[in-house]
């Protein structure tokens, strides 16, 4: 067996080991149903939402908002201006203006982080959330946050179930199902103590979580991640509120998707280097010892795998194409056999490998469909494993040479 292949192999059997290993998870503790038992006490709560140049989404995001089942008196809504250049400042105002709740703060550009820091610095609330300006919640998403506050004091942070808002275009439809991974992975992390991120859309703190560990940070443009690792390096804990929706806007074009998935993934690499003394440190539990390091592990198997099957295409494309010269012999008249031989099935470890890997993966999708609550159509899917393994790459290459350049990935 040659060496490429023996470290496919160690790749694919890596993945297999992580998702049944996930797998095993879910079993041993599967997701709660959704019930419609109303919290004992409703914490006051301020929902930030910072902004810059999101004329298009705005007031759709304040609408969800507003429209939350939740006690007017307990909520507050709080707009920071990022310094936009659009009309954002124009319909913030007009939103204060109609509504009670909603207060509008102008600031000169700095960063998201920042206009989440004069928020935090702000407000008195007991709860602290965040919702990005291209998001919108469901109505009882917070109940159901609130609901993880009060059955358990230890908990600091909740993270929301994410899915893709109105998903039409092929490449919506690939993310709709990465979404939906996602949402199976999340909740698999909570039952670990391991969620590694506090995404911008509906994660929600304590107020004195910011009063233990500090504000946001820049952090690489990755601010919700950092504070995630943060929060387990001082031991705060983090849990999934599956039950608590929120719908996201994506990506619509291969550049800005591929620009987008560059910060994240450059984010992880030059974060887990800032915090590497969590790696197999058993102080930080599933997430030091588990957590971290797979994903490390997976993002450069990810590249090599890649790597590998490209190297092996145009080898095998250009060979082709020499031997159609040498001999040459038109394409059509090629002695290449098209007949499927029934008697031989290839029965090598990778082929197993890449077949069990590829089932696993089918299920847990369908496994965060199910904790979501949410369809995936013949389309979706057929987008996602037609698509995504071959615009992966392009964004894990990108964040291996900006993190080992040591470069500043862009926001947009």
Aim: hydrophobic share 45%.
């Amino acid at each position: 067996m040659e060496l490429g292949t023996l470290a496919i192999d160690v790749c694919l059997f890596i993945a297999l080991f992580f998702e049944v290993f996930l797998l095993i998870a879910f079993f041993e503790r599967k997701p709660s149903t959704k019930t419609r038992e109303m919290p004992k006490h409703f914490p006051s709560i301020t929902m930030v939402v910072p902004c810059f140049n999101e004329e298009k989404t705005l007031k759709s995001t304040i609408e969800s908002l507003l429209q939350l089942e939740y006690p007017k008196e307990k909520l507050s809504i709080m707009i920071v201006d990022d310094g936009s250049k659009d009309n954002t400042r124009k319909i913030s105002e007009e939103l204060a203006k109609q509504y009670r709740q909603v207060e509008y703060v102008f600031k000169e550009n700095g960063g998201k982080y920042t206009a989440l820091n004069l928020a935090i610095e702000r407000v008195q609330t007991d709860l602290i959330g965040c919702l990005d300006a291209d998001s919108f919640v469901v109505k009882d998403a917070l109940i159901e946050a609130v609901k993880k506050f009060e059955s358990d004091p230890a908990v600091m942070a909740i993270t929301p179930a994410m899915k893709v808002h109105k998903p039409t275009t092929i490449l919506e439809l690939m993310q709709s199902v990465e979404y939906t991974f996602g949402i199976f992975y999340k909740k698999m992390f909570d039952n670990l103590a391991a969620l590694n991120v506090l995404p911008g859309p509906f994660s929600i703190y304590r107020k004195e979580v910011f009063q233990k560990i500090g504000l946001f940070r820049h952090a690489h443009n990755t601010e919700d991640m950092e504070i995630a690792f943060r929060m387990h390096a001082h031991g705060l804990k983090i849990v999934n509120a599956h039950t608590a929706l929120v719908y996201t806007t994506v990506p619509t074009t291969l550049r800005s998707l591929i620009k987008q998935r560059t910060r994240w993934s450059q984010g992880f690499l030059q974060n887990s280097r800032d915090y590497s003394y969590m790696f197999f440190n058993p102080r930080f539990g599933h997430f030091g010892m588990f957590v971290l390091p797979f994903g490390f592990v997976a993002f450069f198997a990810g590249l090599f795998t890649a790597m590998y099957a490209a190297y092996h295409l145009i080898q095998a494309t250009s060979m082709r194409a020499l031997d159609m010269y040498l001999t040459q012999i038109p394409p059509h008249l090629s002695p290449v056999s098209n007949n499927l031989n029934w008697f031989y099935l290839n029965t090598t470890m990778t082929s197993f490998l890449i077949l069990v890997t590829f089932s696993m993966t089918i299920v847990a999708i369908f496994l965060g469909s199910k904790i979501a609550d949410s369809k995936i159509t013949a389309k979706s899917l057929f987008s996602y494993f037609a698509f995504f393994g071959f615009i992966a790459p392009f964004w894990l290459a990108r964040a291996a040479w900006g993190a080992a350049l040591a470069r500043e990935s862009k926001w947009r």
